[in-house]
């Protein structure tokens, strides 16, 4: 479903996957051009895969804005947690790039989204 949507990209590191209340299936990851490093690399995009039919087929929404200034990786969604149900999850990602030694500073921003926000990107099918 990668390809499809994004041409000459692919799936940068591990997902995070969540279910909203009427059983969609979300899939919050990073996506990379072809080629590039996963960790961190400059054309790193937070991409969401949805699915209302159990994985058969995927919708894509880009969720973090296209910018050459930086990376947005290390995606993170809500979860059901039994006594906290969560109606629609809300997703976090960083953007910005990784540190190069232990004591390297790092510039990074923690990204919140809301899910309806998601709501009102362009899907692609």
Known sequence: ?????????????DGAVGLTED????????????GADGWGSDTSE??????????ASFSTVQVSPAQPEGPDWLCSIERNMGHNPVDRPALLYM?????????????????????????????RE
């Open 46 to 55: 937070a991409v969401l895969l949805r699915s209302s039919d159990g994985g």
């Open 95 to 123: 953007h910005g790039r990784p540190g190069t030694t232990c004591s390297d500073p790092i510039y990074t921003e923690i990204r919140f989204v809301h899910p309806d926000s998601v709501d009102t990107a362009k899907s």
């Open 1 to 13: 479903y990668i390809h499809a949507q994004f041409p000459h990209y692919g799936v940068a590191t």
């Open 23 to 34: 059983g969609e299936l979300w899939v919050f990851t990073s996506v990379v051009k072809d």
